[in-house]
């Protein structure tokens, strides 16, 4: 084994300040001047040659050029190395997609030389956004210029870091400027106005007299028959004797109910991309939909006051430019690079910024509606449980709409409908009967599951394609659906959730819905003129 030694002068030469290192004595790490010419060096030397050993004063007119300019190049970048700076201040702190995002920028120059050029870079994540600009400014001074773009996707996004490319006249020494300027933009998605949305029947309140076979805290005068289930403590004796069978009270739900929205992001069912697809439009949909709970003007009408709004979804255990989990509470342990977003029911306004919030990052993930469901209820998590004095109710967002295989359905057993589970159901009678396991796949089994735990529940199918007349659309799904098979089968589907009595809408992604939340803002406007002057105004709008 033969052993290499480094020669002496290699090792002499290895110990010498680097050129860089030399150039930027001094200077923090994050300001860097770099040599950019170097060949014209080599006329140093040269020169310096021809002047020993044959004297003239062109060698002394060159070697005195290529130093002066490489030393005012080296003092013009050094003078303006620690002086230089950019500031960047954001307009505007609520942003919703499809508004316009404003930033101002101050390149500062407190050298005495000015900056021919700057280049300024930026590196945000904002899908579009572009303010990066070739600039100059003069001495001793400031300038100032704007950046805006149309934020045309929800999200969270990063704004910054950004650097700055400046260099002398004659292009000698490049300075480079980095600034570790960072900021979180948050894309809230949009709140519209719904089309008519009929909620739960157990949570509806006396305006509309609707009564639902769940037993809460109020009385009511009706009874109805006993079912497997039904507390004792409600039974109804003086009608239980007349009817020769037992009968049990049935009492309202009390109307400031908690309500959970439930949103469908499983990858395999959505549809479509950008704004049209149905993760968007079930987005704005859940969006909306807690913002008419929460602001006490319910989408299904009647004036049903404020309510306790939750929400349930599922997320990316990492969202790239979400600071830690996102910032908001709620958010669950993170599974197989899936994470669940549980947001307890609370009223407020507060409380809409915060599902705003946990809504704004939401991509789509492998995880199925029907083990999303399952989660809430499963080994005794109360998450969709009955609270003290409280009859929670179920909005459940989603995109399929296909009927589930016959296998994973609801099968009838000894003349009642048994809910699917995993173990063994019983009889009106209490005998012991097989149920068929329930596949990870049937929400309608999983939903039917929560209705028998008193859990009332809505639905709402987010469809894509056009609105009114599916049928005539003739939109093609995965390449050879029409529009008439897409609405028969959202028909089987409502009439199967129809037969629990569970209410179900339809929502078409290409209906245009109204902006339901907005504000007035002023934004300044810069016009030139045909004479080449600048005219500046203000603007005042209405943002939605």
């Known amino acids: 084994m033969t052993r290499t030694t480094t020669p002496p002068w290699r090792r002499w030469l290895a110990r010498l300040p680097s050129v860089t290192a030399f150039l930027n004595r001094d200077l923090p790490p994050h300001r860097r001047i770099e040599l950019r010419v170097v060949w014209a060096l080599w006329l140093l030397p040269i020169a310096l040659v021809n002047q020993i050993f044959a004297p003239h004063p062109v060698w002394m007119v060159l070697l005195i050029a290529v130093a002066g300019f490489y030393g005012l190049g080296y003092f013009w970048v050094r003078n303006q190395a620690p002086a230089v700076t950019v500031s960047r201040e954001r307009l505007g702190s609520i942003l919703v997609a499809g508004d316009q995002l404003q930033e101002e920028f101050t390149l500062h120059n407190e050298s005495r030389l000015p900056i021919l050029w700057a280049e300024f870079v930026d590196e945000s994540t904002l899908p579009g956004y572009q303010p990066g600009r070739v600039v100059g400014c003069p001495a001793a001074s400031f300038y100032r210029w704007r950046a805006q773009v149309t934020c045309r996707q929800r999200g969270v996004f990063r704004l910054g870091p950004h650097r700055l490319h400046l260099g002398d006249p004659l292009g000698l020494f490049s300075l480079r400027v ?81 309500v959970w929205i439930v949103l469908d992001v499983n990858r395999a069912v959505h549809q479509g991309e950008g704004p049209s697809s149905t993760l968007e439009f079930g987005v704005m949909a859940a969006a909306s939909l807690a913002a008419e709970l929460l602001s006490g003007a319910s989408a299904g009408g009647g004036g049903q006051g404020t309510r306790a709004v939750g929400l349930l979804t599922a997320a990316p255990a990492h969202v790239p430019g979400a600071p830690g989990a996102w910032g908001v509470d709620g958010v669950g342990a993170a599974h197989d690079g899936t994470r669940t977003v549980l947001l307890p029911p609370q009223p407020g306004q507060a409380q809409l910024w915060r599902i705003l919030a946990a809504l704004a990052p939401l991509q789509a993930v492998d995880v199925t509606l029907a083990d999303l469901l399952y989660s809430s209820h499963a080994q005794g998590a109360p998450a969709l449980g009955r609270r003290a004095q409280r009859a929670p109710a179920l909005v459940v967002i989603t995109p399929q709409w296909h ?4 296998p994973s359905l609801p099968r009838k057993l000894g003349g009642q409908e048994a809910i699917p589970s995993t173990g063994s159901g019983s009889t009106e009678d209490g005998d012991r009967a097989p149920v068929a396991p329930i596949r990870r796949d049937n929400w309608v089994a999983e939903l039917l599951h929560l209705q028998a735990q008193g859990v009332a529940s809505s639905v709402l199918l987010v469809a894509h394609g056009a609105a009114d007349d599916p049928a005539a659309d003739g939109v093609q799904m995965d390449g050879a659906q029409t529009g008439g098979e897409m609405a028969g089968q959202l028909e089987q589907m409502r009439a199967l959730l129809a037969r629990h009595e569970i209410p179900t809408q339809v929502l078409w992604t290409g209906r245009p819905l109204e ?5 007035r803002r002023r934004r300044t406007v810069i016009r030139t003129t045909p004479t080449g002057g600048v005219v500046t105004y203000e603007v005042e709008e209405e943002v939605g």
């Open 178 to 258: 980095d600034f570790d300027y960072t900021d979180v933009v948050v894309i809230y998605p949009r709140v519209v106005r719904l089309p008519q949305i009929q909620l739960p029947k157990g949570n509806t309140n006396g305006v509309e007299r609707r009564r639902w076979s769940l037993r809460g805290p109020l009385p009511a005068a009706s009874v109805t028959e006993y079912r497997p289930g039904d507390s004792l403590r409600h039974i109804h004796w003086r009608t239980t004797a007349h009817q020769g069978r037992l009968m049990v009270k049935e009492l309202e739900t009390e109307p400031s109910g908690d």
């Open 403 to 406: 009927l589930p295989d016959a």
């Open 515 to 519: 902006a339901l939340l907005t504000y």
